[in-house]
C-alpha cells in the first residue's frame, strides 16, 4: 500500500464538509431529537420522503437504551403487531413464543442507523438542547443547542439557535423539551411515568404520540412520560410503532 | 392496537435466548476484543466465511471512535486504496479532493456492525476482558472476561473464562490484550505509538497487523501501538485494510 | 492434589446453573426485598413451609444494617421477648443485663442468613427493584429489576420483570418499594421514621408489620418508616419479631 | 408485645461487650486478615482447636470475592477434591459434571462464617492492617490497625497496635502484609499473580500456601500472588484447601 | 533516652481510658453539640460548676469556624463587651479602633478549649448526632450519635444512644439539632438566618438564647438562625456571651 | 446589650492587623511547619527565648494527628521520659500502668498550641509551603508559601516567597520539605519509614533530630521518614522530646 | 540582563499594595458583581466619571461567558444599535449581514477589561459574594465577601465586609445578588429567565435595567432573569447597550 | 430600541466566520502554544511583523497564571530591564521600590492579550494539542489539536492536524510539547524546574529561549523547565522579555 496523505487536507475535508452540513441544517423541516428506536424510526421514515430531518443526540454514540437489550443481556422483544417493520429494517428475528419475537441488540440500533442515513437523516451527536425558541406566534420554532461535552464540563459558553417547522421530542423516560416547555410555558401538563404494565403501556404509546405544544410532538417513551402512561421494559414493538406514528402525523402536515 | 403482552415470558424470552447463545459461544473460533472500525471489518469478514465470532466490546454501544469523527465533527475520511471497503459495506462517501473521499461517521459506523451481524458475528457488549488462559502449550486459548459495570464500581466479584481458538487484539491505542500478555509473559515487546505521521501511519498498520503471540493478533491502532507506529488522526482506510488483513491471515489457520 | 480442571465447564456450570434458576424463579410465590435481619426471617419462615420465596438484596453482600452492630461495635441486644429467635437459629448470646442479651453482629447474621438457604430460600443480590408491576386489577403482581452495578454506574439499560404473587418490602428506613408505589399510585401514605424511642419502636414495629397495598407487605425498619414508629437503634427483637410476624400473615395467604 | 427498654443500657451492653473483647484479643494466638474462603476455613479450623484466633476484614461485610460468584451469577463451582470441605460445613452442592460441584454463593459464604463463629473466632469488620510490628527478633509480632472509614476518609488519626504470635495473610490477589512486609524488610519477594490456568493455580494454591517470613503465613490467592501461582477464577476448591493447609502448619507451632 | 515501651500496653491504655470515660458518660448532665466559640464557653461555664458536660463536635478538630478569621486573615474582632471574657479566658487582644479588639484566631480558639478541658469538659470529637431520643414525657432527653467517618462514607452501621438531662444546639447556621427536632415533631419554627447587620446580630444573638424545646436549648449562631436573626461575620462578642447566657440559664435549671 | 458595631471597620481591623503581622514576618527567624506536637514545641520553646518564629500548617485547625488519640479513642500516651514537658504545658495525665501515662488528646493539642501563642509565635494556617528559596551559597533560606485553597482546586496562581534563618519541617511521615529539597537538590537521601516498634522509634527520633540541609532541621515523624526509623504510633513521648531537641539546637546557632 | 531580584521584596510590594487597595475599596461608591461584558461596560463608564467603583468576579479570569463565543465558536455577533459601543471600546468588527457584525470574543473581552482598568476600575477576582449587608434603613449598604477557592473547598471561613453606596447585579443567568435578597427580603420577586427568543430580549435587557431594591441595580442577562426576559444567545448588543443604561442611572444618583 | 433579529442569521455568523478563520488558519507560519504572557508578548511582537501566528490555549479564557497575582493578592511585579515592556503595551505600573514596578494583574493581561489581536493574532482557546506531526524530515511541522472539553470528559473522538512552519511552547512548568517530543523522540532532555532564586530565574529564563527541536522553541517558564532553570515567582520581567526573545529568534527564519 504505497499512500501520500496530506494531514492538512484530512482536516479542511473534515471541517469544510460538516461545517457545510451544519450551516445547511440550520433551517430544516423536522429536528428528531433523541436517537433511541422511535426517534430513529420517525426520522428515517420522514426523510424517506425528502423532507430535511437533523437527529440531535447528546451521548457520542446513537442508539439510546436499546444495546443493553435486558439487564445487559443484548436481547429485544418486539411483539406481533410490529414484527413487520423489524422485518422493513431487515433486523432478523426469531419466535420464542406465539406473538413474541427476539432480535439481537446491537443488529437492531445499527441497522435502524443505518436506515435513517440512507434516508438521507443527518446525525448530530454529542449535542444538547438546552432550549427551545418560541417567538411571537407561540409556535416552538426553533432549538437552542450546544456541545454536550460543554454542559458536561460546566463550562461557561453560550450556545446557538437551529430552526426547524417540527419538532419531535424522543427523548425518552425524561421528555427533556417537553417538560423544559412546560416550565417556561406552563404547558404541557407533564404527568411522569407509571408503573410496568406492558400491554397497555405498548397500546398507550401509540395513542400518546401527538402534537403537545404548537410545533411539539412526543414519541416513544417521552410520549408517555408526558401522559402518565405505563412503563413496558424491553418490548420494543410499541417504540417502533410510535415512531411511524409520529412521521405519519408530521408528513402531513407538509 | 390490541396486544396481550406478558412480561414475563418477556423476560424468560431474553434471558433464554442470551443464554443459550453465551454457553455456545463458551467455546469459539474466533475472539475478537474492540468492536472499533478495525475490529469490526475484521470480525465480519471472518464470520461470513462460517467461523464463529465473538465481538467483545467493554462499552455499551459498538463503535469506539469513529462515532465522534475529527474533533466532534461527524466525519470520516478514507483514501483511495480503501475506498472499496466502503463501497462493500454500502457506506456512502463523496470526494473532497483527488483520492480523499468523506463520509458520515454516524453511516460508516452503523452499516459496519450491522454487516457484521448479518455475516454471523455474536456481539458481547458492556464486558471487559480482564486476563487471558494461557495453559501448558503456551498458546493463548481463552479469555477471562468481566462486566464492565463490576469493574467500573470497584466490586470484588470473579470473572469467568471462555475459550477461543484465535483471539484477536483490536482495542486501539491501549491495546490491552496485548499489554497484558506482555506484563504476564514478559512477551511480545510493547513500542507505544508514534508521533502524528498519516501516509506513514497508514501503510504500518497493514505491515504490522500480525500474530504476535501464540493465538493472539493485533489489528488496527493496537497493531500500531505494539509496533511504535505512528499515529494517523480521522483517516480510516488504515483501519479498515488492517482488519481485513488480520481476517485473511486467521482464516488460513483454519 | 492432582486436578484437570476445565475452566469451561466451571464457566457453563456456573451459567447455567444461575439462569436455570433465574427462569425458574421468574414466578414466584414471595418476593422479598432486602436482606436485612427482618428480610431474612420473613424469607426463612415461609420458605420452610414449602413456598418459592426469593431474597432481592442489592448489596453484594447479605445481612444490611446488622454488620456493623452500634458505632462498629459488632455487637447488638436483643431483648427478652425475642430471645427464642436468637436460639431457633442458633446464635449464641449472653446476658448483659435482666433482659438484655448481647450477640455477636457476625455471627448472627450469618446463621439467619445460612437458614434461609437451607430454608430453600433462593438469593439474588446486586440485584435492585426498579419498579412494580401493577396491572389491571390494581394488584402489585411483579418487580422491575435491574442489576446494582448498572444503576451505580447511570447505565442506560433496560431492566426485567419477574412475577410474584407476594411481596415484602423489607428494605429498612427507606421504605424503597412502598415509597415507590405511594408516588405512583398515590398510596399508601408515607409517614417517615419518628425519633428514637427503643421500647415504643420495637413494640410499634411489629404492630405496624401488615399488608399495605394489594399484594404488598412491609416489616422491619421500613413498617415503621410507613407508619411514623419510632427508631430503635442497635436492639434487634423487633426486627426478628416482624419478620416472623409479616411470614405468618403471609402464610395465611397461601 | 410489652417492652420498657432502656436505651442507654443497651449502649453500654454494646459498648461494653466489644471493648472487653477488644481488649482481651489485643494479644492474640493467631490473626487471619482478609475474611474470604481461605481466611474463614483457616481461622476456623485453628479456633476449633482452643488457640484465639482474630479474624481482621477491611469490609463491613465478611466474604470478599465469593458472595458475587462468576460474573454476578451467583454459584461457585468446587472440584472433586474439596467437595469434603464443602460437606464438612454443610453447604449444600450438586454435581453439575464429573467432578465439578456448583454450590450458591450466598449460602458457602455464610455457614463458612457462621462456622467460624461456632469455634470461636472472633471477628474485627471495618479494620484495616495499615502496618506491620517487628521488633528485634525480626519477627512479625503484631500488627498495626486502624478503622477502615478513617483510611477511606483521609482523617490524620493514629492507629493502635495489637499483639499476635502468628499471622495468616489471606487479603487475596493483593496479599496485603506480604506487600508490606516486603516493601519495609526487602523480603520475600513478591512475584504477582500468573495468567488464568486454573488447575495449575488450584494445585499451585496449596504447595503456596507456607510460612514466608517469620510469623506470617500466606494462604489462598496472596498464596499464589505472592509466588507467581496463576488465576483460577470462580472455582473455590483450593481456597479451601489452602485455608485447611495454613491451619494444620500454624497448629503444629503450638 | 532510654525506653523499654509495650505496644499492646500503649493500646490497652487508650482503649481502656476512653472506653470508661464513654460508658461514664453515656449519661451527663449537659451535652453541648459544636464545639465552636459558644459551645465552646458554655459548656466550660457549666463544667467548672461541677456538673457533668460533654462537648460533641463531628469534625477531628475543635474550633468550628473560629480559626480562619475573616477570609483566611487569621484575626477576630471582639467588641468592648465581650472584652471580659476575652481577659477571662487569657486571649491577649489589642485595642484597633474605640470598642474594637483584635485577637489572633488560633490563640482565641486553643485557649477556649484549653479552659473547657481544665473545667472538666469531656470531648468527644469525630462524633455525629443522627438524631435524638423523645420518649413519653416529649422532652428531648437523649442523642443518637454515630462516628463522622461512618457517615462520611455512607456506610450502613447503627447508631448508639446516649443520654442527657439538657440539650445545647451550638452547631451554627445549620442549627442541625433544632432542624431535627422541628422536622420530626413539628416545633419550633426554623426562620433561619438574615442578611449581614453586626449589631442587631450580636444584640439578638444573646436574646435568641433560651430554651426552645423542652430540654434543648440553642445559642451562637445556631440562635440566630432558629430566630430569623442576622449574620454578624468576624465579630464574636456575640458568640461568646450568648455562650454565657446559656450556660446561666441551664445552671439555673440544676 | 446595646452595641454600635461599624462593620466595615471590623473588615478594616483584620485585614490591617493580618497584613502587618504578614509583611513583618516576611523576614523571620526560624520558620517551623506542620504545627503537630513537634512542630508546637518546637516553636513555642525557641519563641519563649524572643526569636521570631512563625508556624507554617497547610490545614485550618492547628494539631496535626494529635486530635484522634488512637483510632478515634481521643486519648494519647505519654511515657515517663517525657512526662515533664506534659507537665510543663499543663496537660493533665493520670497513670495506667508504671511508666505510661494517658492523658486527653482535646486538652493536649490546645494546650501545645496556646503556649505556642503565649510565647509569641504566629500561626499560618491554611498555608502550604509549594517549594523553597536556595539562592547561591546553598543555602535554604526561604519558602515559596501559597494558600491551600488554591492548591487544593487547581487554581493556576502564583505563590509568594518568604525569607526565614532556619526552617523546621515538623510536616510528619511526610517529610514534605525534606523530600522537596531532595527531589531538586539531590540531597539528602530520603529513607522512608520503617514498620512498628515504638520503643526504638521513640528514641531514634531524638537522636534523628538534626540539620538535614544548610539551614533546614527536622523534627518529629519527619526525622523518622528521614533516616529510616520505625514507628511508634499514638505514644507521643518522642515528638515532644524531638521538638524540645530541635528547639534546643536552632538556639545554639543565634 | 543583569538582575538583582529580592524576593522578599517582591512579596512585600505585592502584598501592600493589594491590602492598601482593599483597604481603600472597603467603601466604595459602586460594586458590580460579575464580570461579564454588561458588568465590563457598566463598570468602565461608572469610573471613568471619578467615581471609586470595584468590580467583584468570582473566578480567576474577567470575562464570564463572552470567551467562548456560541458553542466554543469564539466569535460573536453585535447589532446595528450597538455597533457604536464595539467602536468605542476598539472592538474590530465585519459586517455578516446588514445590521449584523461578527467580532472575535477574545478581542472583545480583553478590551472592555483593559478599558475598564483604564477608566480606574478595581478588580476583585477569586471573590464571591456570600450575602449582602441590610441595616436599619432597609437600603443595600453593603456585600459579604469571601474567597472562591474557600467556598469551593467546602472550609468554614468567615466572609469579610465592605460598604458600597450602590450596587450592581451583573451576574447573569443566576441573578446571584438578586436571588439571595428575594430570599432573605421577600422581594424582589425573580421570575427566571424566558425561552430563546433574541429580539424580544435584546430590547428587553436594556428595559428590564433598573433599581429593584433600594440600592441595588439590575443589567445584563440578571435583568431578564429578574423579570421574566427571553434569551438571546450569542449576540451581544443588549450586553453592552444594558450596561451602559445601568451606568447612566446610577451616575444620575451621584 | 427596535430590532428585528434573526436567530439562525446569527448562528449562521458565527459559525461561517470561524469556520473560515480555522480553515484558513490549518496552515500558518507560527504556532503558539499557551496564552500566558511569555506566549501573548510573543505572538503578538510576531505578528505585527505580518506572519499568521496562531494562539492556541487549552482554557475558555486566557492569560494563563498571570491573573492571581501572587497568592491571589492580584498585583504582579516588573523589575526596570522589563519596565518598557509594560509601557509599550500601555500597562500602568509604579514604582515601589527602586528596581520595582507593581501593576495590576488583570490591567496587564487583557492589554497583552488585547494588543495581541490587534496585532492579528488569531486564537483557539478551549483548545488542547495532543500530540505533534513529524514526518520524513524530523522537523516538527504540525499540532494534533482536539477540545479541551473532549478530553476532560473522557471522550473517544480524535483529533485534527493543523499544520505550522515554526511552533513555540509556552506552556509555561509543564512544557507540554518539549515534553510530548522528548517521549516519542527521545530528545530534547528535559531537566525540570529548579527551587526558587528569582534574580537567577529571571536572567536563565532569557538564555533558555531557544529552538531546542528542529522547528520547536521554548519561551517562559517552559524554558527554565527545559533547562533545570529556577522558579522566579511573580515577577514577570523575565516572561516578557523571553517572549520578545523568542519573537526576536523567530522573525530571523523568515
Same mark, same amino acid.
Given at each position: 500500500m504505497d499512500m501520500t496523505l496530506d494531514e492538512i487536507t484530512i482536516s479542511r475535508a473534515i471541517v469544510t464538509d460538516h461545517l457545510n452540513t451544519l450551516i445547511e441544517y440550520m433551517e430544516m423541516d423536522v429536528a428528531v431529537?433523541?436517537?433511541g428506536p422511535s426517534g430513529l424510526v420517525c426520522a428515517a421514515l420522514i426523510a424517506e420522503k425528502?423532507?430535511?430531518v437533523g437527529l440531535i443526540e447528546k451521548k457520542l454514540s446513537i442508539g439510546g437504551g436499546m444495546w443493553g437489550g435486558g439487564m445487559m443481556f443484548p436481547r429485544i422483544v418486539v411483539?406481533? /403487531? +410490529?414484527k413487520r417493520l423489524l422485518d422493513r429494517f431487515g433486523i432478523r428475528s426469531s419466535e420464542f413464543a406465539p406473538g413474541y419475537y427476539t432480535a439481537r441488540s446491537v443488529e437492531a440500533v445499527t441497522k435502524l442507523a443505518a436506515a435513517a442515513s440512507d434516508a438521507g437523516v443527518e446525525f448530530f451527536n454529542l $449535542? $444538547?438542547? /438546552?432550549d427551545v425558541m418560541i417567538k411571537g406566534d407561540g409556535t416552538l420554532s426553533g432549538l437552542v443547542i450546544n456541545w454536550q461535552p460543554v454542559e +458536561? $464540563?460546566?463550562l461557561h459558553v453560550d450556545p446557538l439557535t437551529i430552526g426547524c417547522k417540527m419538532t419531535v421530542d424522543a427523548t425518552g423516560h425524561d421528555a427533556v423539551i417537553a417538560r423544559q416547555v412546560s416550565k417556561k410555558c406552563g404547558k404541557p401538563d407533564i404527568k411522569? /411515568?407509571?408503573t410496568m404494565w406492558a400491554d397497555n403501556a405498548e397500546s398507550a404509546v401509540v395513542a400518546h404520540t401527538k402534537e403537545i405544544f404548537p410545533g411539539l410532538f412526543v414519541c416513544g417513551m417521552a410520549a408517555n412520560a408526558v401522559f402518565g402512561g405505563h412503563r413496558m421494559g424491553p418490548v420494543f414493538g410499541g417504540m417502533l410503532?410510535?415512531?411511524e406514528a409520529a412521521a405519519e402525523q408530521i408528513l402531513k402536515r407538509f
Open positions: 431529537i433523541g436517537a425528502g423532507l430535511k411483539q406481533q /403487531e +410490529a $449535542t $444538547t438542547v /438546552e +458536561a $464540563t460546566g411522569g /411515568e407509571g410503532l410510535s415512531g
